[in-house]
Structure formats: C-alpha cells, structure tokens
C-alpha cells in the first residue's frame, strides 16, 4: 500500500503520519487523531455532520482527501473552546436546545463557526442559507437557529 | 442510472459560453456542446469564455427539484432571447435549453426558430410555440426519474414561465405569478407553554443535562468508543437478488485484497442463524432462501472499516431466482401472498354494512401511505469485545435485553456471558428496536471467529439497502353517512407491506387508531399484513398508529369531497365526546379534542385565513392556496410497555446520585427528565445527578424504549423510588433536623440504612391503553399549479401535554416529529427496481 507524509496541525497540535493518498480526511481526525466528536453521517457529503474548518475555511471532511490537507491547519468541535470556557455557539446550543440526539451537533456548530465569522451578524435567512449544507433529523431546525443568533448577539455582531 | 442534470451546463450552454481546453502541446476553444463528445484525455479546462450579451437579452434559468437544497433537477432550463419591448417582438434567434429531459441536454430548435421576429403579444404565437415545444420534448425516463408526462409539463411550463416574465408587463395581473419564480420565503417559530414554578426543577424548560458534552464534541456514541488494541472491523455481503436460492459465495478475490481477515457464511455460526429470539426467526446470514435483494449473506472481517466495506463489495454471490420478486402491496393482493396472522381480528362494532345501506349517502375511496427511512444521523453501529467470561457488546439499540439474547444466541453461549451497554444513540425512531440486533449479532459473530474486538459501523448505502423501514398500508372503504357528513357506519380493509417478515407489524396498532378522533357507532374493519419480497420492516416514529389516523383523515376528506362539504364542518361535526366508547371498546373518559379544535381554530384565525386563500385562489390562476385543520388522539399504550427498571445509589462519601434506568436515550432527553423527577423528589441540586448508560446489568427483562411510553414509566419508577428513599431516610432525617444533605446521607449509612434502591414499573392498567394525548393542527400551503412546487406558509399546534416534565424538550420533540412528517408525506420515497428487487433511492442523491 502506497503511503504518502503529512503534517496536518488539528487543534493546534501537529500531527505527523503517513497515510493512503486516497484516506478522508475525516478518517485522520477521527483515527489519526483520536478525535471522534467529527462524525460519519451520509457517506454523499449531504449531511455535515463531517463539518471542520480548514484553515478557517469550513469543509466537508468526508470529501476532503487528507493528502489535501497537508500543512493546513485544523480545528474541530472538540477545538472551538479555548479549553475553559465554552465557545458562545457552543454554550448557546445548549442553552437554546439546539440539540436532542446531538450526533449532527459537532458539524452544525463548526458550519455555524463559519458563518459567524463571515458574517458576525447575520439575519434569519442568512442563518438558515448559512447552514443548508447540515441536516438535522431530530430537532426540525428552529432551535439550532435561535441558538445561532443568540451566540452571534453574544459574540458582539 | 441516475441523471445528474447539471445547473452550470444550462446556464452556460445557453449563454452560449465556450471553454478553453488545453493540452500540453496546444489550446483550443470549445463550445460546451461539442465538449459533451470531446474526448477529454489528458487534457485540462483552462478557463470558461461568456459573451456579452446585448442591453434587450432577457436571461432567466429554472430548476424544479425535490427539496430546496442538496438535490438535483427534475428539470432545469436556460432561455436567452433578444426583445425589442417597442415592438413586442424577438430579434434574432432565441435559445432555450432543457436539462433532465434526457440524459444531456437539449435545445428546443424548432420552437427557437419558430419564435424569430415573433410578436410575442399576439396570442397565436404562445398557443404556436406550447405546441411546437410539446413536439419537441421528448423525456427519457430512468426508474427513479419522475414520470415523462410530469418531465414534459415541467420543461413547457418553465417556457411558459419565461415567455410570461419576458413580456410581464403586458400580463393579466391574474396569471402574472407563474412569471415570478417560487420563493421560498424565510421560516420562523414560535413555542408556548406553561410550567409550574412550585414544581420545579420537574415543568421546568431546561436544556439536556449532557448537552454540555454534545457540543463539545465529547459525548460518546456508540462508533467513538475508543479503540481497542488488535480490534478489527466487519462489513456486509448483500445479495443482489430478491426472491432467489443462494448457491455460493466466492471470497476468492476478497482475500487477497489488503486488510482481509476472514469471511463469514452461515456455516460458521455457532449457535442459532437468528438474530430475533422471539416471533419468526429472522438469519443473521442466509445460505439459501433468499428474501429480499439487500439480504446479508455474508460478512468480511478486515483491519480497518474501509477496508471491510471495499471488500465486502468484491465478493461474489451467486444465486438463482426463483421468480419475479413482489415489491409492492398491489403485487401481494394480486399474488394473494398474506401473512397468516394480521396482527389483530377484525374491528366489528355495531352492524355497518346495515348502517351503510340505511345511510342517506355512501361514500367510497382508497387511500394509501408509502414508506420512510429513519434517517437517523448515527446508522446502524456495534462494537463486541471477547472477555474471559463472555463478551462485551456495545450497540446503538433501543432494546438492550433483546441484543443481549441475539448476541447469546447466535454465539451459543448463556446471555448471563454477554453484557450489553449504550451510553446515547444518535437517532432511533423505531430502527434500533429489533434492527439492531442482527448488527450486535454480527459483530459478536465476527469476534467469536477471529479472538479479537469487531466494531461495525454501516454505510448509507448498506443501511438503507439492508434494513427494513417504514411499513407502507393501503385501504379501500366504504361509508355510510348523513347529508350533513355525519358517520353512521364505515366498512374498509387496511393492508400493510410488512416485508418478508411480519415480526414487527403494526397493523393492529393501525387499526386501534383507525377512528382517531371521531365517533363512529358502526365498524368492520378488515387487516391484511402483506408478504413481500422487500426487508423486514419495522417500528418507525408511530408505527400503526400514524398510518390508521391518516386512513381515517383521508376518509373523512373523501366524504367532504363527496358531499361538497367543508372538511372542517365534517370532522367538527363528528368529534368524540367524554365518555363516549371507542372501536375497541375503551371509554374516553378524558376527552377535551372539541375544546381543542375551537381554541386552535380561534387562536390561528382560520376562518379568515380560508376567506383570504379563497380570495387568493381568484386572484391567481397559476398558484393556489390550501388549510387544513386535522385533529389527533393518540391512545398512550402501558399495557404492553411493562416494566422498566429504575436503579438509584447514593454515595455515602458525599452525598451524590446515580440513576440507572431500563429506558435508552436516543434524543428524547429521558435521562434529562429522570434526573429533573429526582432532584425534585429528594430535594437535591440537579448537578450532584448522573445518569448511567442503560445496560443488562440493571432491568435485565425490560422492554424496549419506545412508543412515546418510556420517559414518563421510567420518571414514574423514579418518583417511586426516590419516595422510598425518603422514607428509609426520614427517621434519620426526623432525629437530625438541622442537618444538610451530605450529613444525613452520612448518618443514614452510619446506620445501615440501605441508600440503593430499584423500582420496577409494572403499571396494570384497565385497558391496554391508559390514556389519550389529543392534538390539532393546522397548516396552510401554497403551491405552484404550474410546477408542483409547494410552500407551507403557516403551521399552528396545539397539543394538549398535561404538565410537561420539561417544556423545551418536549416542543423540541413535537417540532422534529413534525418535520419527520413533512418528509413522510411530502417527499420521501422508496423506489425498487422491479426485477432484482434493489433498493434504488440508497443514499442522499435519490432518496428525498
């Protein structure tokens, strides 16, 4: 089996492995990295419950090769808090019960990251445009956008 | 075969884009057409070239899709043409692109050439152009594609939508809305309740006790439980084929492939070849009676997930059919092919085919439901470890007890030998009552054969092809009412498609909830439980019962419309009463549903709202509007729910609580609500709670979580138990006044005072069912005539909880079941190829 070097930073920890060229990147976080809070949801990028950023850029990381990864920089849902404190989405999730399985969770909070930092304050309709790429099936949605907008107020936009 | 229309091709191809297409040696431009054959090896698209276009262009493109994000067209179209607004009429040539209409895209030529210096405001050249554009619009259908006669009203009605939005304003005011695209305006909510401040922390809106973990990506399901060392992974083998005999399985090219540890047949199973361990046995592995096309006939161990799941595909499974598979409820009526029990006897209530006979007017219909998957974001999972004495098995179930016996049972082992945790599951609604148990089995399979732990996450794919869903029911009926719609007697027959196996039938809770919630003195009502050659279907959110309540919505709309009543005058009229007796013989001795529709019938305005859709429907030709207003009673069933267990320790050292209890958390929040009853029963701050993953260990015999049953037993068994405690505490607690909980607890096991208590709920109830939940809805939709396309503008719930243990998970769960609905009866469905049987909406591009 052909493997190939990569040095990916995730939660500002850098990780060096050699790894199949054609390996999902969210494989790495999950295995790699012994992250698990990234999840496998649909295997046809439909879902998101695969979402991380990407050098601050969100991604699907179930369509997204490792190999195109190397030398970036990673974060995901288990490093959106600064390790004291709860991220406002995070903490806003919670408080607005955003939530009720919480499997779609991690990926919804790391598209919504984005979102928030591309628009600090958006309205109703950029939220739910914001977030078209996750699915939820448990929650119908309204509670994961009133917790979007409280964490956008909290964050000052 | 699936069409990809893709949006970016229309557009282009219309605006007549070029592309610049490189190789190493030279560039050539190319017109997106000619790309469609160019042979593209070795070769690059640099860059896309788009024309200017002239200040009298009028550019529009459409797509028609399923749903609103994520999917690919019905139908997309692109038209470009030049209009001299003076003179009303088109310069030059126009083009007018179609994609979903065959497998590339195609121009509507003559219909182009026809429109040249057309005047587009005489009326002849429309009527001229519909017609040449008809002749031109040929689909070509694939099994999952839509119908050609939809495809090819889609494909005029967005030329008629063009041509309309190129002279808009010369358009009759009452047509113009077919000109504007089908918005979908923003979606907003509102939640109100009630609580009880006396009562809380119980009535008290409060969010999940772990969703601190849930966000921070920390909490546990069953696939993050971390690895172990030498643990390996297993996939499914599926057959190809419906209705056939498996004559052999050839692992010849999987074992060499990198990764292979073993393959699994049937003859490697130990003990029995049945994951269900009560009802008809269901094969962990079949070896020659093949049901269902999506059946396991194998499984692949491999060292990693990715590997099982690639070779698992490169093994070879032959087979022989025996014959056309049947797929659908009308395959099975034809081929009278009937499970022998239907799940119940016939409803018979009073003598209705007299009333019918005696009635001023008869009223006759069918009405049918298709399937659902459950879609839960977590699929189907397990983790089995081999331990000294046993094994250890992890799985995302609603029904430890049972997984427990399937793992024993296939391995041949005492289910004293297998222990059985789930800490949460990602998802359930009815899937992982039964379901996954074959996936425990499995993995407990694969781990007795290697020595090593098995951990088996499926695939979309294998999930949906392999695991049954949904039952759909079909029913003819008869009824005999009043000029008024007032009922005097219905005779109907309900079939369901239960799959191969009828283990999980529902049809005598669909016929429990057949009169929902009117009165009606006379019933025969007739099941049938269909045998198909599809999987074995099972529980899904309201099994049954949703489907029962929908046969009968869809008679009383079938009466409204015979009549020519309003619906809502009809369904008002026949409301129950108090007191007044259902089909099967229950006494509603609480009945508010009349109260409930006029309080919700006031409070969303619906008179008005129907007097200003009707006046819309006028006003608009090409969009419609619609209310319904639909009323619920649901019978909550304890009497075969019993028992849960509940399990309480309090830590002398200091004072903290663990609860254990029979139920699974699956979404729902039992264990938010658990901790809520018993922080208010002892008296103790919620912080000093945890509750632990449901295991074998503690409520062995308990049933599965579901039925909307499970958090009010299990907060039922955690009062009582918790009252126990109270009471061994209160002498120690009457002696020591003054003292804090800490120092009480302290005192209590000073003097042997037994701090761990059980509650077995084993609630006898009167009647099978003990109580009635009731509920009205109403929603108001908008849709395109043109189209098909739909907006619900406004929904208003009133549901009737009692005292909600928890109002934000409770609104939580009513506003997710009500989008599962929407999905239910608006877009999701399954397709099978008719020959083989396969599953053909597998994943998230064809399944809506």
Redesign the interface.
Known sequence: IVKVPVDITVNGRTYSDEVEPRQLLVHFIRENAALTGTKVGCDTSQCGSCTVTMDRVSVKSCTTLTVQANGSSITTIEGLSDGVDLHPLQEAFWNNHGLQCGFCTPGMIMAASELLRINPDPSREEIREGLEGNLCRCTGNQNIVLAVEDAARTMGG | MIFFPSDVFVVMAAVGATLSIATSSSTQSVSLWDFLTLDMSKSVIVSMEIPFASADTVFRSYKIMPRS??AHAYVNAAFVMQFNSSTSTVTGEPTLVFGGIQAHDIQATQTAAMLEGANLLQKDTLTTALAKLEGEIVPVTTPVSSSAKYLKSLAISLFYKYYLAVIYDHVDPRVQSAAVPFQRP????T?TYGTKPSEYPVTE?M??L????????????T??V??LPHECAAAFVLSPQANCKITGVDFSTAEGM?GFIKGLTAADIPGDNNFMTMGTAEPVLVSDVCEYAGQAVAIVVAETQ?QADEIALAVKVSYESQGKPLLTIADAIAAGSYFEDPGRQPIEVGDAKAAIAKSARTVEGTISCDSQYH?????QTSLVIPEAEGYMVYSSTQWTQRTQAAVAAVLGINNSSVDVSVR??????GGKITRSHWIAAACGLAAHATGRPVRM?L???TNMKMIGKRIPYYATFTIGCTEDGILNGIEATVYNNCGWCNNDNALGMALDHIDNAYYVPNWLVTPKACKTNIAANTATRSPGTCPGIFIMEGMIDQVARTLGLDPDTVRRANLYKKDQVTPIDIPLTYCNISTLWDDLYSSAEVESRKAAAAKFNEENRWRKRGLSVVPVRFWMEWGWAVPYTVHINIYAADGTVAICHGGVE????INTKVAQVAAKTLGIPLDTISVKPSNTLIGPNDITTGGSITSELCCLGTLRACNELNERISPVRAANPKATWKELVAACNDQGVNLSVENFVEEKTDYQYSYNAYGVGCTEVEIDVLTGELQILRVDILYDCGDSINP??D???V??????GLGYWLTEKLIFDQDSGQLLTH???VYH
């Not at chain 2, 923003?186 to 909510?189: D, F, H, P, R």
């Not at chain 2, 879609?375 to 699929?379: C, K, S, V």
């Open positions: 994000e994520n923003l979606s907003t909510g939640q809106p969010t999940k772990t969703a601190l973990l849930q966000t921070s990506g920390e909490a546990e399901y696939t993050d971390p690895p990198p990715r879609f839960h974001m977590e699929t949460r599951v990602g998802g359930a609604y996450h695939d979309i794919d699956v979404g729902q929040g934000d998970i609104v939580g769960q506003e997710g079941a009500f989008t599962m994943n998230t591009w």
